[in-house]
């Protein structure tokens, strides 16, 4: 029985995936919906209470490719092989493509340590548009999701939809915390 137990927590300790470090806490709003979000082919779109908007893509591949289009598109310097590897890396970045550059070249101390403004989503600049475009051409399969905290403003989360919308995503998850059902 012993030799049991130290096998199933063998399999345990090196099958567990522990979860990313979040840039920004964000404290989600509580619901009773049991609907959950995929497990692969996401884009994370993170709300923070103030207005800063992160992005998160799952998939080296697909991370890779879209941020080699942003790069072309933004008319930014060639990413080297080394920034490339800790972009795809990221759980999720709130950095604007214009200092993408510097923020990659950082050791991952110093990314922790920058602090990130976010992605523009104004009418002039609207990168969130471009990430999400980017990550659909290399995932068609991707699904979106939003997580916005309790306290975000309002009118950023409907910009965030209106992004999305603009973009052909018209379905999408809103991450929410598990609350019990209320009693009949």
Same mark, same amino acid.
């Given at each position: ?47 923070? #209470?103030?207005? &800063?908007?992160?992005?998160?893509? $799952?998939? @080296?591949?697909? %991370?890779?490719?879209? /941020?080699?289009?942003? =790069? #072309?598109?933004? &008319?930014?310097?060639?990413?080297? $092989?080394? @920034?490339?590897? %800790?972009?795809?890396? /990221?759980?999720?970045? =709130? ?90």
């Amino acid at each position: 029985m012993v030799d049991l137990a130290f096998l199933l927590v063998t399999f345990f300790m090196l099958t567990t995936k522990f979860s990313p470090e979040e840039v920004v806490v964000v404290d989600t709003p509580s619901s009773i919906s049991e609907l959950k979000k995929p497990e692969s082919d996401l884009v994370t779109i993170s709300i923070s #209470k103030d207005k &800063r908007i992160f992005f998160g893509i $799952e998939g @080296q591949q697909a %991370a890779r490719q879209a /941020l080699v289009e942003m =790069g #072309k598109k933004h &008319r930014q310097p060639a990413f080297t $092989e080394q @920034q490339i590897r %800790a972009f795809v890396l /990221l759980p999720s970045f =709130g950095m604007p493509m214009n200092r993408m550059g510097q923020f990659l070249a950082e050791d991952s101390e110093g990314r922790k340590a920058l602090a990130q403004p976010g992605i523009p989503i104004d009418s002039l600049d609207n990168q969130l548009g471009d990430w999400i475009l980017n990550a659909r051409l290399a995932n068609p399969n991707v699904k979106a999701a939003i997580k916005g905290d309790n306290d975000a403003d309002a009118s950023t989360v409907q910009r965030v939809i209106q992004t999305l919308q603009d973009k052909k995503v018209n379905r999408f998850y809103l991450v929410t915390d598990m609350e019990n059902k209320p009693a009949a």
